[in-house]
């Protein structure tokens, strides 16, 4: 069969592939104290904790045959998706397949001109909304502040085509192309993908 593996599974963890989340919340929940504060998240049993921008557990260099990660890139700083998309580079084998989704930041731009210019005053709230690049409230109480300090569900730093193309050309990807919902030629990344991840959302498979 090969190995795959997804990073930043969230719940969707498919048996034919070895998934991990760097969730502050799976980890915290480990912990006795710490479990009964923060939100239930029922993770599968199969999920695993991993942090790809430090490197996943025991999946060691050149061994992966594929590698997919849907809506978790833009929830690392520049730098930290930059990292993470070496690392990514690093576990393939060569001629290994990474398919990635994330939103677009050109879709967004498009709709807030479009809202605009039809004079809708709520365009710069959808905006910042949709990207998830605002913050609409401080949190209050010890628990909100825990789950905000320790978690990762805004987006840090949103790509366009171009600029995400760049960097995986940057680490040595080749055969870069943008891709749409379950088009590989491997049949595996059908069990891992969801229609709905691809609306408004870059969607690139590579090849190392």
Not at 115 to 132: V, Y
Not at 146 to 171: P, Y
């Amino acid at each position: 069969m090969g190995l795959y593996v997804q990073y930043g599974c969230g719940l969707s963890a498919p048996s034919d592939w070895i998934n991990f989340d760097s969730s502050p919340t799976l980890q915290m929940q480990k912990i006795p104290l710490l479990g009964k504060i923060v939100k239930k998240v029922n993770f599968p049993s199969n999920v695993l904790y991993g942090d790809i921008v430090k490197g996943l557990p025991n999946i060691k260099e050149n061994t992966c045959d594929g590698i997919y990660c849907s809506h978790v890139l833009e929830h690392l700083s520049l730098n930290d998706c930059k990292q993470a998309i070496k690392e990514t580079f690093s576990l393939l084998k060569n001629d290994g397949v990474f398919r990635c989704v994330l939103p677009d930041l050109e879709f967004s731009i498009n709709n807030y001109i479009i809202n605009k210019s039809a004079d809708n005053p709520t365009a710069a709230i959808h905006f910042l909304q949709s990207t998830m690049l605002g913050i609409e409230d401080r949190p209050k109480g010890f628990k909100n502040k825990l789950i905000a300090l320790f978690g990762n569900s805004h987006h840090l730093w949103m790509w366009d085509k171009l600029a995400l193309q760049q960097e995986l050309l940057n680490v040595g990807f080749k055969k870069i192309r943008l891709c749409e919902y379950n088009d590989s030629t491997d049949v595996h990344f059908k069990s891992v993908e969801e229609e709905n991840r691809f609306y408004g959302a870059i969607a690139f498979e590579c090849i190392k």
